[in-house]
């Protein structure tokens, strides 16, 4: 695959063409991103742009986006890295530390570049440092969240040292998502980049207004992926270590059941989380795989491999403005499968200084976005 830009063609319901072997969707959104500031936003912003109309744009900077002031400011930051010529409309999360009160909660609600708040459990994953430890204590500001419609964005895991990695999750929705719907039945949740079947069936079977967003690695790899070299046999693989961190094979085939389901409540986030080569390669690796660039063909290898192209368009281009309420995107997009010649991974990488931002799956899919 390349980093291409996308065709503007009108908006389209999904046209697969088997015999040319395209497809056309709507221009997508991207519902969970991280773009970070500085150098690396310049760097990975036209990666996203490219490809994505709209992305929600995670907080966990530091210090955290925690304001709706900061939370415009780093918008406008955003919209000056774009390159000349590229379109791109960031919405925006608030980042929930113990200090957000419930105004700001109202601000945020009648701000429509605020999409939401996001929850940080403390220590849980990269610059989660100011995240709450104790959920009880934001409870005046989950009821106006409730109350105004403001969606709560979810890092579901539980970050006690004690708890096995991979069970992160499932004892976080025991332990904290299923008393927070008992406490708040109406408010609006996206457990973010779900990874687990016990998720998937939480967000399905929820009577509350429940979604889930769901990466491309997550629907493509299981947890042996972070253990197999390139060509068979042992290696230890950082740039497919993330979290929540991969899991078992029965856990992705029910991620990619759900996403191909056609179920508006899944949607993508691809959670594309850009880390420097040398911290990713280190005795002390990042979290985070960086797959702006490679997202969107991923996705379409995963949805080609479960029989469900033709619902690609709904997943990665209807599910999550409508579940926002934004109005769908104008445009379209156009995905070409390439038989073979899978182009090496330095197309999508991003320079940054003397270092690089290496893409994940680049060379992982027959398919690549069209050029303009
Ligand atoms: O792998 C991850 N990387 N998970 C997160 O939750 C945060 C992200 C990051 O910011 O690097
Ligand atoms: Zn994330």
Request: aromatic share 6%; net charge neutral; glycine share 8%.
């Amino acid at each position: 695959m390349t980093c291409s830009r996308p065709s503007r063609r009108p908006p389209q319901a999904p046209v697969h063409n088997r015999a040319m072997q395209t497809l056309t969707i709507r221009r997508p959104d991207d519902a969970h991103l991280h773009l970070r500031e500085g150098a690396m936003l310049a760097a990975v912003l036209p990666a996203s742009a490219a490809h994505f109309a709209r992305a929600v744009v995670m907080p966990n900077l530091r210090p955290p986006v925690a304001t709706v002031e900061r939370a415009l400011a780093y918008r406008r930051e955003i919209l000056a890295a774009l390159p000349a010529g590229m379109s791109f409309d960031p919405r925006m999360a608030l980042y929930l530390t113990e200090a957000l009160v419930p105004s700001e909660v109202q601000r945020a609600r009648d701000c429509p570049q605020v999409a939401g708040v996001k929850l940080y459990p403390a220590r849980a994953t990269t610059n989660s440092e100011a995240g709450v430890s104790d959920l009880g204590r934001a409870d005046a500001v989950l009821a106006a969240m409730e109350r105004c419609g403001l969606p709560l964005l979810v890092h579901g895991e539980v970050a006690r040292p004690e708890v096995d990695a991979f069970d992160r999750e499932r004892i976080f929705l025991e332990e904290v998502l299923v008393p927070l719907r008992a406490r708040h039945p109406g408010l609006r949740i996206v457990l973010e980049h779900v990874t687990t079947r016990e998720g998937i069936e939480f967000v399905r079977g929820d009577p509350g207004p429940t979604a889930a967003s769901i990466t491309a690695h997550h629907l493509l790899w299981n947890r042996n992926a972070m253990f197999v070299a390139p060509g068979g046999g042992a290696g230890l693989r950082p740039h497919h270590y993330c979290l929540p961190v991969l899991k078992r094979e029965e856990h992705r085939r029910a991620l990619l059941a759900a996403a191909t389901s056609g179920n508006p409540r899944f949607f993508l986030g691809t959670d594309s989380a850009p880390h420097l080569r040398r911290d990713k390669e280190s005795a002390c690796g990042c979290a985070g795989c960086y797959t702006a660039p490679t997202a969107l063909a991923l996705y379409a290898r995963a949805f080609e491999e479960a029989g469900a192209l033709d619902r690609l368009g709904g997943f990665a281009a209807a599910h999550a403005a409508a579940f926002y309420g934004w109005d769908p995107n104008p445009g379209s997009l156009t995905l070409v499968r390439r038989a073979g010649n899978a182009p090496v991974a330095q197309d999508c990488d991003a320079r940054v200084g003397d270092d690089v931002v290496a893409a994940l799956g680049a060379g992982d899919s027959p398919w690549e976005v069209q050029s303009a």
